[in-house]
């Protein structure tokens, strides 16, 4: 071949291409460099690290992909590909080159605690068992850790009013209070009726005052997230969130916000947003990009404290003696056996977004689940925690309740293409260009309105909503609009041609929309809460289609997150947390409070564990001393 340094671009997964240089030499490869910055962070990075490495090492096309990244794998061996025939080489060669493997060995683990699954529950339920002194292993069937918290939009729920007091209220805002305070207390469930008497005494203290600032308490975040998921399925079994567990969170979830910031989490403090069906503003955004900003850190602490994370390594059994959760049976992706003993086990392996037949399964609340609808979910989010949990004997609770994304993108169900933003700021239009929904309702409102109108729609907004959106750099927005997850245009008139709607129906729209803004009324949809108008040049239109997002159902906990078996009882040594339990977000789940749910209920789990296990010993050691 010709030696020297070829610069290729390779398919990515988030982005329309991944510029590379790949290093030549007469006989073989010297490097691969991936430019990668136009990927999701997190949800690939495993790839740009190990794939290069491989064929390097046995300079060879012949290397196994990235499960859960297979898309950005290959598009690192493409690219080497090409650069490899632009150097007068047959890719052909060297893709069927033998690779020689290492002999797998199996290994037997004792500790304290084994967390099954690395999203954002797990690594918080490892890192708190680990500040309380004690030991931890965790398990994680794909290469890479994050799972379903890497590709989450990144605000964390969190009612707190101090810090919301310096933001003024939006136009509607009051008038949603005003609802909520003239709401009938027989319309709610009694174990609720009495914090909603004094949340409604809250509201109205506030009002009289005349207050301009945002309001917020932990009783409007309780009451929204109650009211928000109670829900009656296609059956007529309706569902709301277990008391206990919807207290525990919203009274703990700001101790959640704190307790991440001492471990690194950096916060954007000049901004309160409402991620889309949220309700409220009281979203906790991270500097750093979506969830990534939380797995980084948390999994740099373990990483810095040489705590065994093993990636690659999928939990198939739980064991079991005498009733008691003992440990966990694993399998590595080359064959070995991992067992892994230990006196306590934390499910938070997540739900079942990604596996749509089990969707189909157990789904109650929607008319149809198709075959081929798109996931916002990780490959990896296939219901292996529930499975384990009822090997058990756990119960399970919800697990008809299926929430669809409803701004998720067409073809790949991810979340961040496109310009997101809160939903006060945006305009959702069907493909004749009308608005067809009040665009700050619950995420089940706006994913059936789109289904009603064809599935496919648009989120339509201008040059300001740059200010609170997402993936906004003009290098960014370019890429975007040539992959076509993006659309822009110096007129109203010119976007409506670029996707195919009736250039004078759009601007109606988008005029009578801009009067409802200045009014702070909306007489079509009665959108409760403004913000931005759309004026400024250029103008912007991201096509959006509801995907699988969260599977609201999972195993039965108490508020110390024991998992309990059909007659109620706690299954000795086996907890959960996250998206793997259920009973919290029953019918729908409020944008911003998984992130809320993980990181509350997943220090929960450690240290509810840690306790019983310090209790187990203390028992023992007396029985020793007798």
């Not at 810090?163 to 609802?179: C, M, S, V, Y």
């Not at 609170?468 to 960014?476: G, I, R």
């Not at 997150?561 to 706690?570: C, D, E, W």
Request: some cysteine.
């Amino acid at each position: 071949m010709k030696a020297g340094t070829y610069h290729v671009k390779a398919k990515g997964h988030g982005s329309s291409f991944m510029p590379m240089e790949v290093t030549i030499d007469q006989d073989r490869i010297v490097s691969v460099q991936v430019d990668a910055k136009g990927e999701t962070k997190g949800v690939a990075d495993e790839v740009f690290k190990r794939v290069p490495q491989a064929i390097v090492d046995g300079q060879t096309l012949n290397v196994d992909t990235v499960a859960g990244a297979t898309i950005s794998s290959h598009g690192v061996i493409d690219g080497v590909a090409q650069a490899i025939k632009q150097a007068g080489g047959d890719p052909a060669q060297w893709q069927t080159k033998a690779v020689n493997k290492s002999q797998a060995q199996d290994q037997e683990l004792t500790t304290d605690v084994v967390v099954v699954g690395a999203g954002g529950a797990g690594l918080a339920a490892a890192v708190k068992t680990v500040e309380l002194g004690h030991q931890v292993v965790v398990l994680e069937k794909f290469p890479q850790i994050g799972g379903n918290t890497t590709r989450a939009g990144g605000p964390l729920n969190a009612a707190d009013p101090v810090w919301q007091k310096e933001f003024h209220d939006l136009p509607g805002e009051k008038e949603t209070l005003t609802e909520l305070m003239n709401l009938s207390v027989d319309e709610i469930d009694p174990e609720y009726q009495a914090d909603f008497r004094q949340l409604q005494a809250q509201i109205k203290e506030y009002l009289a005052s005349g207050a301009d600032y945002l309001f917020d308490s932990v009783l409007l975040h309780e009451i929204q997230t109650y009211l928000g998921g109670k829900r009656t399925d296609l059956k007529g079994n309706t569902i709301y969130g277990k008391y206990p567990l919807v207290h525990k969170l919203v009274a703990n979830v700001l101790d959640s916000v704190h307790w991440l910031q001492k471990l690194g989490v950096e916060f954007d403090q000049t901004e309160v947003t409402e991620p889309v069906g949220g309700l409220w503003r009281r979203g906790h955004k991270p500097v750093e990009p979506m969830g990534y900003a939380f797995i980084h850190v948390l999994g740099d602490w373990l990483a810095q404290r040489q705590v065994p994370v093993l990636t690659e390594t999928k939990a198939q059994h739980l064991l079991m003696e005498h009733g008691q959760v003992v440990g966990v049976q694993a399998q590595k992706v080359d064959g070995s056996q991992v067992t892994v003993h230990a006196k306590a086990v934390i499910l938070t392996a997540g739900g079942f977004g990604a596996n749509t037949k089990m969707v189909q399964q157990y789904n109650t609340y929607w008319s149809a689940i198709d075959d081929d609808i798109a996931t916002t979910n990780s490959p990896a989010i296939t219901g292996d925690g529930i499975q384990l949990g009822t090997e058990a004997g756990a119960d399970l609770v919800g697990m008809g309740f299926i929430q669809l994304m409803p701004v998720s993108d067409p073809v790949t169900g991810e979340l961040f293409t496109g310009l997101q933003t809160p939903p006060a700021n945006f305009i959702m239009v069907n493909q004749a260009g009308k608005r067809f929904v009040n665009e700050f309702a619950e995420r089940d409102t706006l994913a059936k309105a789109a289904i009603d109108n064809g599935g496919l729609f648009y989120l339509i907004a201008d040059d300001k909503i740059k200010e609170t959106a997402y993936n906004t750099s003009q290098e960014s927005i370019d890429a975007q609009v040539a992959a076509g997850t993006l659309y822009r245009d110096d007129t109203l008139a010119g976007l409506a041609k670029q996707v195919e709607m009736d250039p004078a129906t759009l601007v109606e729209t988008i005029d009578k929309y801009n009067s409802y803004v200045e009014q702070e009324n909306d007489p079509e949809f009665h959108k409760n809460v403004f913000g931005l108008k759309c004026v400024q040049a250029p103008f912007y239109a991201t096509p959006r289609k509801p995907a699988i997002h969260h599977t609201m159902g999972g195993l039965v906990i108490d508020d110390q997150a024991h998992v309990l078996n059909g007659q109620g009882q706690v299954i000795s040594g086996l907890y959960s947390a996250g998206e793997n339990a259920g009973g919290l977000h029953a019918g729908n789940r409020l944008g911003g409070n998984s992130l809320a749910d993980i990181f509350t209920f997943g220090r929960i789990a450690a240290e509810t564990a840690v306790s019983d296990k310090v209790a187990v010993d203390t028992n023992a050691s007396a029985s020793v001393h007798e």
